[in-house]
């Protein structure tokens, strides 16, 4: 009888060493792994067969890994994106999300973090949510979300979301007209059992990008931050 089968990851690496390293630690973790050294051969293995997730380095030559992940999002690619990066500025970690990444990771790093952080994106994306609680359909005022198909749309506009916005989003629905702190996200969404500054800016910047997706251009905003304490979604303005 045969097992499991393996999620398969495609690692695009230039780095030689760093690409071994990524592909000979993961293979122990138990993933699949395939390699591609430049942005362009990425291209052709992600439209050759189906991976389960991608670990995308931001410097690559010729294309970079921003411009890659621009590309991907911008044509409709839904695979989890973990991007690598040696840039540690908090502006430089928005960037990245800002372009699409699911989440970032800054070298160097342990592999077995690599494999965690791999793990978890895996079970989002398997699970459609951490909070859909077998829920497949949301809607609150004009705002509708299908978790089966993961579609979103607002007054019958598609909005397109990242994996973790899309977590974020649905976490929010199910707890409608309540408050979700950031000690709930960094550990629902994060699954991160103790709440970090760092981790607080990132919750703060998927957040900005989630209001700006679901709210902008809209009369009546849904998404709230109640300072200091979270956010929560409902129609009017909380006190």
């Given at each position: ?132 609680e077998r829920q497949t359909r949301w809607r609150v005022a004009d705002l509708e979300v299908e978790v089966t198909q993961r579609q979103v749309t607002r007054a019958g506009k598609a909005i397109d979301l990242t994996l973790r916005e899309f977590d974020l989003l649905v976490l929010l629905l199910a707890n409608s007209g309540r408050i979700v702190t950031r ?57």
């Amino acid at each position: 009888m045969n097992g499991p089968s393996r999620p398969k990851i495609l690692v695009i690496e230039d780095e030689t060493k760093t690409a071994r390293a990524i592909v000979t630690g993961l293979k122990t973790e138990g993933f699949a792994l395939a390699l591609a050294p430049t942005g362009e051969d990425g291209f052709f293995q992600l439209n050759d067969e189906p991976f389960d997730a991608l670990v995308l380095d931001w410097m690559l030559p010729g294309r970079s890994g921003l411009e890659v992940l621009k590309t991907l999002r911008a044509k409709g690619c839904k695979t989890p994106i973990l991007l690598l990066t040696a840039r540690d500025a908090l502006e430089d970690r928005v960037t990245g999300l800002d372009y699409g990444a699911d989440d970032y990771l800054v070298k160097p790093f342990a592999i077995a973090e690599l494999a965690a952080r791999l793990r978890a994106l895996l079970r989002r994306s398997a699970a459609g949510s951490v909070a859909e609680e077998r829920q497949t359909r949301w809607r609150v005022a004009d705002l509708e979300v299908e978790v089966t198909q993961r579609q979103v749309t607002r007054a019958g506009k598609a909005i397109d979301l990242t994996l973790r916005e899309f977590d974020l989003l649905v976490l929010l629905l199910a707890n409608s007209g309540r408050i979700v702190t950031r000690e709930t996200l960094a550990r629902e969404v994060w699954n991160e059992v103790r709440r970090v500054t760092p981790l607080d800016n990132v919750i703060d910047v998927h957040m900005v990008h989630l209001r700006r997706k679901i709210d902008d251009g809209f009369p009546c905003r849904l998404i709230h931050t109640v300072r200091g304490i979270g956010f929560v979604l409902q129609e009017e303005v909380p006190e």
